[in-house]
Every structure is written in C-alpha cells, then in structure tokens.
C-alpha cells in the first residue's frame, strides 16, 4: 500500500465498515496524512459495542478528523480511467483516491460443505468439544469453524485470531492422538484507534434482546491512574448484568492509554460466571501508576449491582 | 521533601528496605538526581516475590544505577553536627545525606488490645465475614484489620489501600444498618519502579512451603505487545499450580509498560479457583498494540500445565 500512496499521492481515503478492519484502516490513512471518510450502515462505529459506547468511538474518530457517514449503504464505485475516484452511497456521492472495503467476514467452508460435513452459525462448519467435525476424522479450526459461547450457552461463530489459536491447539493434540477440548469463547475483542483503546466482551444489548435475557446495564466514567498521577486518561466502563441474579453478561470499555486490557478481568469473570456482587471485591492491582484504589472495572460491577 | 532536599543539597540517599516502599523512594531519590543506595537484608528485592523474580527487580534497579546491599542488616545511624551523615550495617559504614527508612507496617492495635478485642494474624484486629470484632458493635477496617486469604484459606494480615477500601465498605454498609461480607483477598500488589513494572498475587514459594503446599513453577519470557510492534518491551510471567490438582496458587510478572496490570487476570483467576488447565483457554484481548495472540500470562499457564 505504501507504494501505491507514494505514486498516486493519494489525498481522499474513503473506509467502508465501521469494524475493527476499518477502523484500524482509518487509522492507517490518517497517520499517513489523507483525509480519511468512513462510511457504515450502523448508528455508530464499531457495531459490537452498544451504540451508547459506540458513540464515543465514533467521537474519537471526528476528533480525529475522520469524516463520518452513519446510517449511510454503499451502492456502487466511481471510476475515471480504469482508476477508483469515488463511492456512491444511498445518500450522497464521495470522491476518494483510495478505497478500503472492511464489510466484515464470512466462513469458506464451500468445500466442507460439498463433502456432506455439516455446517452451523453463519455457515462455519459444526465441530464438537475437540474440534472434530461431523464427519469423523476430520477436523476443523480457525475462521471456517463454529465456536460455543460461554455466555450464551449457544453455538457462536467469531473469527478472532486468539480464537483460532485456541481451536488449533486443541484440534492439533487430538489430531496428534492427545486429547483435549476447547470450551468456548465469552467474544473478548480489543482494538486501538491512534489513542482511543477499545475493548469488549460478553453480549451485548442487542444479542441479549435476541436471546430474551433480561439485564441492567451501568456505564462509569473513571481514569486510567490515580486521578493526580501524571498522564492519567478518561477510561468508560460498560458493565451488563443479569436482571434479578447480578450473573455478569458483558462490559465495554472505551478509553485512553492503559484501558483496554482491563477487559480481560472482565471476561475471566465471565468464564467463572461471577454475579456483578463477587466482582466488587476482587482484589485487583493498584498502585497510582496504575489504577485509581477502585479499578474502573470494579467500579462499574458496583454500579450495576445497584440497579439489580 | 522538596524543599528539604533542595536546601540541604543533598547528594548521596541511602533508602533502607526493598519494599513498596522502599523501591518508590528509590525512585523518587532517583530522579531528583540523588546518588542512591538501597540495603535489604533479604537476598533480592521485593520479598514478596520468589528470589529468581525478585531478582530481575534488583537488577532493574542495578541499571537505574542503583547501588545494592543485599542480605545487609541495618544496625545503627552516624550523625553530624545533630543531622544525619551515614548509616551502619553489619557489613559497613556508608556516608548519606538523607536516609529514608522503609521497614514494613505493623498493625497499630494497642487500644484494641487494651479494651479486651481479640487479635489475630501479626497483631491485626480479628473480624468475621461483616467486619464486626470479638467485640460485639465494634466494628474494624483497614491496616488494623485482619483479612482472610482466599487461597491458603486461612486468616492473613495485609497492609494494602485496595483492601482497606474494600473492608471499608463491608464495614460502613453493616454499621449502617445493611448487611455486606467481605470474602478476603488474594495477595495482589503492583509497583512501578521508573520503567520496570512488578506485580504478585497469590502465595509465593516460600509461603508454599510453610504451608505444606506441594507446587509446580514456570516462567517464560514474552513479549507486552506483539512482537513486531513498535514499542514492545519484555515481560516474565511466573505462575504457580498445586503439583497434581493444577490449581493456580499465584504468579509474578516484571516487565515493562503493560506488564502490571496483567495480574488482574490471574488475581480474578484465583478467585474463581481456576486449573491452569482452564486457564489455557481464557477468551482475554488481543490485538498487536496490546498483547502476543497467546497472553503472557496464558504462556506461563501452559508452561506451567506441562509439569503437573
């Protein structure tokens, strides 16, 4: 890509898909100077978050200065000699030097399909605790197999590349004659936008709809450090909880420096199954350097609780 | 301490202890470009580490250039025209302008004591679940309080703001007429010494041992970042299992920016009660700004999965 920016001095990026592939995208144009559009059919960028922490993605984005065209479909290309020079959306039309499709991704599970091995969610091919397919002898892992989720208790299809190292592992040792069993994912994902660190795992508001489980949901605003340490940023937690029990559903984060990896007490709690009341005492790491004495994340598990 | 040391001009600080501490104090001598010795008497820095972790602290504070007096013992002051002009150890005489003296907490409780309230664990006052003393309507929270280790299962002592906090409001919502427990703690404490980050939770070796605990130990080295991304730094992960059972029992990590806070995972996996079997297929975050695929602290749960 570098090459092909040099020679065109490329000046207009357009991204479509307000994903992690074209958020990372917009990112990659802005820091290379272009003035960057992203377009997505969603309310808000990144539709694995709610739309409420969605909402400050997309503000970081037009901060920026990414453009942003929400709630917009992609409906054709133009072109000028044999070259791109512009999208057409259901709204307006955009010039652009350069175009990046980030729509998102579906299983090649063609073949397996042709050789009878059933398929599950989304078209990816159904595989039990060890990574076998249905038919026996023959394996699957990675962005073309089914996945359980642990929180959902139901059959999910992510493709994560930890996933897909996680799937390998397991499908590698029992193809190897060992045996072992992948449980499952709770959707963890991480992303980074120049300086806005996203996080998430667990279900969402909208999955949760589907599924028909009745939640209370807080949203904290708290720092990445003790409120007085030097380079302490703002970090919003996003904690849902299952109505009446607490049993923790998700969390979302979005923040400065220092937030995203925070997610990761969250998702283990979701694989112990904790209730938002058990996580307000986990004995977390603090030090100012590091944390305010109440961990963002534990500050908004006591925010939920409340609301119970 | 400011205008203390800008007064005085002072040149050469000695800082007594290789705690928390006595390794921010390190630091801080540090960077008002004091010359800095630090005497211990316990082979490494940082006691709440194994010595092979320790270790690596120590030697960061070599490179700060931090001078080392390692298995020294404190034994008495030289003083000058009334001020401070040296320390004595059983080993030597070392000349100072400042001396800061990080000996360790122990838990004021005379008046406790006095008025005929059990005490517990190094002198610390005894609770129950809600915080309440032997003393029924005497309520008790923070460094005069006794907690209860969540992995030995048994009464332990800590001196920490994180658990002082959270014994606060077990306390303050049962004065007030609710009903709260506080469940105990399991050992987790973070420091930043300049750039190197350390963090501990659970029980360390020597804890094992006394407790009759039989365990497995592996340590790997890894990456905070993905190793190809800019600004990627070192990180080792030490993590501790039951031999046998693969019951995580505690780990230890040094390394630099975004090391620390990694023991959340494991701190929230000790809580859980988790195998370093389950731990291998934790769904945590990745993406190259913020983590290899495999966690450093799911390599260390592999590794150490393999000697059970």
Known sequence: MRRLLDENKAKRGIVVGGGYIGLEMAEALIRRGLEVSLITRSPEVMGTLDDDMGHLVSEALRKLGVTLYLEETLTGFET????????????????????????GVKP?????????????EKGSIRVN???????SGIWAAGDCAESFHL??????????GTVANRQGRVAGINLGGGYATF???VGTAVTKICEAEVARTGLQEGELRKLGIEWVSAVIKSRTKAGYFPGAGDITVKVLAEKGSGRLLGGQIVGAEGSA????????????????????????????????????????ARAAEKLL
């Open 108 to 120: 090649n599970t063609a073949l397996a399909k042709a050789a009878g091995i059933p398929l599950g």
């Open 151 to 160: 929180v959902s208790r139901k059959p999910f299809y992510i493709a994560l």
């Open 183 to 185: 449980p499952g994912v």
């Open 129 to 135: 605790g060890r990574m076998e397919t249905g038919l």
């Open 80 to 103: 000028a000699k044999g070259k791109i020079a512009g999208v057409v959306t259901d709204k307006r039309s955009l010039s652009a030097d350069i175009v990046i499709l980030g729509l």
């Open 261 to 300: 990896k925070r997610i990761d007490t969250l998702a283990t709690a979701l694989h112990a199954g904790f209730t938002v009341e058990e996580m307000i005492n986990l004995d977390l790491g603090y030090a100012p350097p590091f944390s305010p004495v109440w961990d963002p994340v534990v500050t908004a």
